[in-house]
């Protein structure tokens, strides 16, 4: 079943119940994807969050009851009666000023408290958190891609969840994930040459969330998702990062040494012993709920004040 979307009818009653909107409207699923996995932390430790996310990402989503609106943007005329009484506590989960620009204006100031999940983008800088009460950022303070450059943020660790990747290892087999086709007929005959002289059988997936088993894998893309919910599984993975506008795959995945630069490394790692660090990255929700000032312990706590 799917997770109950709102009505005109319904809105302005759905507002005057939950304590949070979750602003998550990007050109990517990401963006939903993690507004989905906070108002799942949120219900769960026993406050009220309505999702706000574009059509096109929504049937990506896992079905539930938890309410969502359908939107472009916090400024689309069908959320009017949500803002006539708005939730307590906005999180925005898109660019700062919005995705459409429309927090550049008084419209933020209708919420008591306003949050930014801050992903790290080649479009967002530390003077972007000026608007927000409370910024957090969806990395472990030890491995922050902000590397220092947003000081006001609290770290909450990664905001993935890897309980849909049936990844195991699999000494026979190097597993090619290409979600997007990306690689022509070319590459995959070049890719499938150098599994043989490896001495390995080379497999062709078209989505991360198949049954995977191999010694080696490869992921084309290093999407905020797929690259943290991969290192937490213990399988030798490499990644090729895409050119995004915003999103600095080749970075994230430069800093973790985990990028194929070219084809000449490709032989290399597929003849050398599978490694695979089991404690690459750590999923840890609770700490997210923390860097709201939340708990899931208690029962619902003051929401977080300005300042």
Same mark, same amino acid.
């Given at each position: 079943?799917?997770?109950?979307?709102?009505?005109? @009818?319904?809105?302005?009653?759905?507002?005057?119940?939950?304590?949070?909107l979750?602003?998550?409207?990007?050109?990517?699923?990401g963006?939903?994807?993690?507004?989905?996995?906070?108002? *799942?932390?949120?219900?769960a430790?026993?406050?009220?969050?309505?999702l706000?996310?574009r059509?096109?990402?929504? *049937?990506?989503?896992?079905?539930?009851?938890?309410?969502? +609106?359908?939107?472009?943007?916090?400024?689309d005329p069908?959320?009017?009666?949500?803002l006539?009484q708005?939730?307590?506590?906005l999180?925005v989960?898109?660019f700062?000023?919005g995705?459409?620009g429309?927090?550049r204006?008084e419209?933020?100031?209708?919420?008591?408290?306003?949050?930014?999940l801050?992903?790290?983008?080649?479009?967002h800088?530390?003077?972007?958190?000026?608007?927000?009460?409370?910024?957090?950022?969806?990395y472990?303070a030890?491995?922050?891609e902000?590397?220092?450059r947003m000081?006001?943020?609290r770290?909450?660790?990664?905001?993935?969840?890897a309980a849909?990747?049936?990844?195991?290892?699999?000494?026979?087999?190097?597993?090619?994930?290409?979600?997007?086709?990306?690689?022509?007929?070319?590459?995959?005959?070049?890719l499938?040459?150098a599994?043989?002289? @490896?001495g390995?059988?080379?497999?062709l #997936?078209?989505?991360? #969330?198949?049954? +995977?088993r191999?010694?080696?894998?490869?992921?084309?893309?290093a999407?905020?998702?797929?690259?943290?919910?991969c290192?937490?599984?213990?399988?030798?993975?490499?990644?090729?990062?895409?050119?995004?506008?915003?999103d600095?795959?080749?970075?994230?995945?430069r800093?973790?040494?985990?990028?194929l630069?070219?084809?000449?490394?490709?032989?290399?790692?597929?003849? @050398?012993p599978?490694?695979?660090?089991?404690?690459?990255?750590?999923?840890?929700?609770p700490?997210v709920?923390?860097?709201?000032?939340?708990?899931?312990?208690?029962?619902?706590?003051?929401?977080?004040q300005?300042?």
């Open positions: 079943m799917r997770s109950p979307t709102t009505t005109a @009818a319904t809105k302005k009653a759905v507002a005057t119940t939950v304590d949070w979750i602003y998550a409207v990007g050109a990517g699923l963006h939903a994807r993690r507004g989905w996995l906070l108002q *799942r932390e949120l219900q430790a026993g406050h009220s969050a309505l706000l996310v059509p096109s990402s929504d *049937r990506h989503l896992p079905a539930g009851k938890a309410p969502r +609106i359908l939107a472009e943007s916090l400024a069908a959320l009017r009666p949500v006539y708005p939730p307590r506590t999180v989960d898109t700062a000023s995705w459409r429309e927090l204006g419209l933020p100031e209708r919420f008591a408290s306003r949050v930014w801050a992903r790290h983008s080649r479009s800088s530390a003077a972007d958190a000026a608007r927000f009460h409370r910024v957090l950022s969806p472990p030890s491995r922050c902000w590397d220092g000081p006001a943020a770290h909450g660790g990664y905001l993935v969840d849909h990747l049936d990844l195991r290892p699999d000494r026979r087999h190097f597993a090619l994930v290409d979600s997007e086709r990306r690689c022509n007929a070319r590459l995959l005959d070049l499938q040459t599994a043989r002289r @490896a390995l059988a080379f497999r #997936h078209r989505c991360l #969330h198949d049954r +995977i191999a010694a080696k894998l490869l992921v084309v893309g999407g905020y998702h797929s690259f943290y919910e290192l937490s599984q213990e399988v030798d993975v490499r990644f090729l990062p895409v050119e995004k506008r915003h600095d795959q080749h970075r994230r995945a800093r973790f040494r985990r990028a630069s070219s084809l000449d490394e490709l032989l290399p790692w597929l003849t @050398a599978a490694s695979a660090p089991a404690a690459e990255v750590r999923i840890d929700h700490a709920l923390a860097a709201l000032g939340l708990t899931v312990a208690t029962a619902p706590a003051r929401l977080p300005p300042g």
